[in-house]
């Protein structure tokens, strides 16, 4: 596995999609004023957790829109020092009665201190965890946003998309 490297800007990411900075923005917004309370509703495209400082795992759940087909990215992390090391992120597409080859792409995007990502291009759709690739280490702030986008394959269709977020609380 590789390391990535420590404290990308946003200017040293490669190209994302257009929906991620959208979510990107909102996920900052919603995490921004959720600081001192809690979400009364959480909505399934993301909610926002208490966490202790040590470590955890974070999984963030997307579906396209009318959920026939779903995908969930775990995100295991672990504090050390001034930052934030994930390992062995992982990923699972349901694509349920759809038909669909096995060509999914996978976009995880994490924020705290400082940014960095997770991408796979012919990502398998059976309903069983994959490596989503490599280990990454970022620098700690007081909350971390997860931020996932799928673009689910269908055969001899056009394909799905979805996006979800978590926000950390530190």
């Not at 060509?103 to 059976?126: E, L, N, P």
Request: charge should be negative; proline fraction near 3%; glycine fraction near 12%.
């Amino acid at each position: 596995m590789s390391e990535k490297t420590v404290g990308k800007s946003i200017e040293d990411s490669p190209k994302r999609p257009n929906v991620l900075f959208a979510i990107i923005n909102s996920a900052a917004s919603d995490a921004s004023s959720a600081w001192n309370q809690k979400p009364k509703d959480e909505s399934v495209s993301g909610s926002v957790q208490d966490v202790s400082l040590q470590s955890g795992e974070t999984t963030v759940h997307v579906r396209t829109e009318g959920g026939s087909m779903q995908g969930w990215v775990k995100f295991p992390w672990t504090v050390v020092g001034d930052q934030i090391r994930f390992g062995n992120v992982q990923y699972k597409i349901d694509r349920g009665a759809t038909p669909g080859g096995n060509q999914a792409r996978i976009w995880g995007y994490v924020m705290a201190g400082s940014t960095g990502d997770f991408s796979k291009t012919g990502g398998i759709q059976d309903n069983q965890w994959h490596d989503l690739g490599g280990s990454m280490s970022i620098y700690l702030g007081s909350f971390m946003i997860l931020i996932v986008a799928i673009r689910f394959d269908r055969s001899g269709q056009w394909d799905l998309e979805g996006e979800g977020a978590e926000h950390v609380i530190f």
